[in-house]
């Protein structure tokens, strides 16, 4: 069973540590909150998830194709974004605690409570009615939970309100209201909501006085449309088209916890797809449907995911949703899609002067596209996986392992290789085995310790096969392969060995 509770967190975040995927950042000097470093088998997984987003996105598609922005931009991008007016999250401090939250989320966490009950509810009745319960007629009739549901509906429509009218008073006294209490304090000891502006800012120029205020991008998106013309000019791209790009991101986030899911620096896997003005909706049902179809490729059960629609819609959407993952700590955001019409394309143009135009042959009229994106942060793709795949098992001999069960093709090392003992040619044998895979896999050698305890050693960072050379290999050519999902082990020549690598690693099903 994969573990969901936040308690558990704890356990993958030691892991992590332990096995050389993630590190606190500068940690000799006690860290630095929020920022992390993938260690030397968490970069190879976090590579691993983007070489495959990016095959489901541009290789895949013949009109997406990708980019590569710098991360420093020029400052009036971020005026015309709306990022340096607008991009705020509500704050508010505990005053017994000293603690910093944002408001909003202080809100769907209370709302999240109350859904919790409306799943025991249901969870309840399935025990009670078995085969014959009808879940959606439960959650449309039962009265408990249309009660519940009502008072969900209520809170996120006073939400709502206060956020379009500005009124931070009337977001604390919703607190208030709610009786939220403080998790370390206890107390219900608000101080005011303020806004808070999430972009890290410095300097560009050598001589300070001439120096000029530029940000770190919050988002990748912005390098897409100021380049939206360049790569369609030069592309000869027709609508409908798509930019893709995966680069750093940067938000001075207020609550910096959870580990990799809110950091302050991290990667966003985006795509911005331009379309005729009238056919978004289209291309946004398109695009939610195939996003959650590439997230299901992973193999990941499928309950994990869900859709949540947002009710507070940006600035610059007509139309935007979330893919949810059930993280340790509950369900989470992990992906937006959003319809963010011609927002976007004619901000750039009132402030660049420049027109951002496309000239339809097919319509005879030039106009400015409007945008579906979809933006999935790499590093929350990578938590999902990871907390996922990761199990502690109870085997039938009475012993345990803990492994990691990623996604074969996503696995940092793809195959170890053993020799049963130090001597007698078995080393070299094995080396032999590695010269001649590794061209296409990652591959591991080791030859310490039983093979039962490299078994749980590569069982805990998630290769999918291990294969060990004993004194049958000298006279036959044959090795044993092990599967880490099944533990079954089977006899294989070793010239089979590209053959049966080449199934199992393949991507192909699960792209098409
Ligand atoms: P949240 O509501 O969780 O702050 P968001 O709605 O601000 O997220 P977007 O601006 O839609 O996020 O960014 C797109 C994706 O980038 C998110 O779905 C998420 O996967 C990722 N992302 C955003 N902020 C962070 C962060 N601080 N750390 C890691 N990933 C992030």
Not at 171 to 184: M, N, Y
Not at 232 to 253: C, D, L, S, V
Not at 490 to 500: D, G, K, P, Y
């Amino acid at each position: 069973m994969a573990i969901t509770n936040e308690d558990n967190l704890k356990k993958i975040i030691s892991h992590a540590k332990e096995y050389g995927y993630v590190f606190q950042s500068s940690e000799i000097y006690d860290g630095l909150s929020a920022v992390y470093d993938y260690g030397q088998l968490g970069s190879e997984l976090k590579k691993n998830i983007k070489e495959y987003w990016w095959k489901a996105m541009v290789q895949m598609h013949e009109n997406i194709v990708g980019i590569d922005a710098a991360i420093f931009m020029h400052p009036e991008t971020w005026k015309a974004s709306g990022h340096v007016d607008a991009f705020n999250d509500p704050l508010i401090d505990n005053k017994d605690s000293k603690k910093r939250y944002r408001a909003d989320v202080l809100i769907e966490e209370y709302i999240g409570k109350i859904e919790a009950k409306n799943e025991k509810e249901a969870e309840k009745a399935q025990a009670r009615f078995g085969d014959a319960f009808n879940r959606e007629q439960f959650l449309a009739t039962n009265p408990n939970v249309l009660r519940n549901q009502s008072k969900i509906d209520e809170i996120n429509a006073r939400f709502k309100a206060c956020m379009n009218n500005d009124d931070l008073t009337g977001v604390k006294k919703l607190i208030e209201d709610l009786e939220i209490a403080c998790p370390i304090s206890g107390s219900k000891n608000w101080t005011d909501v303020k806004q808070f502006n999430l972009m890290f800012s410095t300097e560009i120029g050598s001589v300070s006085e001439t120096a000029n205020k530029i940000y770190l991008r919050p988002e990748t998106a912005q390098g897409i449309f100021v380049n939206f013309l360049n790569v369609q000019k030069t592309g000869r791209m027709k609508i409908p088209f798509g930019i893709a790009q995966i680069g750093k991101a940067f938000r001075n986030e207020i609550v910096a916890r959870q580990f990799i899911f809110r950091m302050r620096e991290f990667e966003q896997m985006e795509m911005q797809f331009f379309v005729r003005p009238g056919e978004e909706m289209k291309w946004y049902e398109y695009w939610k449907n195939e996003r959650i179809k590439w997230h299901q490729s992973l193999g990941i059960d499928q309950k994990y995911y869900r859709f949540h629609d947002h009710i507070k819609l940006a600035h610059y959407a007509n139309a935007a949703c979330d893919i949810e993952f059930n993280f340790p700590m509950g369900f989470k955001e992990l992906e937006g899609i959003h319809s963010r019409t011609d927002f976007d394309l004619k901000q750039h143009e009132k402030h660049s002067g420049k027109k951002l135009q496309y000239f339809d042959t097919e319509l005879n009229e030039s106009y400015v596209p409007y945008v579906v994106e979809t933006s999935v942060g790499l590093d929350r793709t990578f938590l999902a996986i990871l907390s996922a795949a990761f199990q502690e098992q109870k085997l039938e001999d009475g012993s345990e392992r803990t492994v990691l069960a990623i996604p074969a093709f996503l696995a940092p090392i793809k195959v170890a290789v053993f020799p049963l003992i130090k001597k007698d040619g078995l080393p070299e044998k094995a080396q032999e085995i590695i010269n001649q895979l590794k061209y296409d896999y990652h591959c591991q050698f080791d030859e310490k310790d039983s093979v039962g305890k490299r078994y749980r050693r590569q069982d805990a960072i998630g290769t999918p096969f291990c294969i060990t050379v004993d004194h049958q290999t000298l006279e036959d050519n044959t090795v044993t392969v092990r599967d880490r999902d099944t533990m079954e082990q089977q006899r294989v020549s070793i010239s089979a060995l590209e053959t049966l690598f080449k199934e199992k690693f393949d991507v192909r099903k699960l792209l098409g």
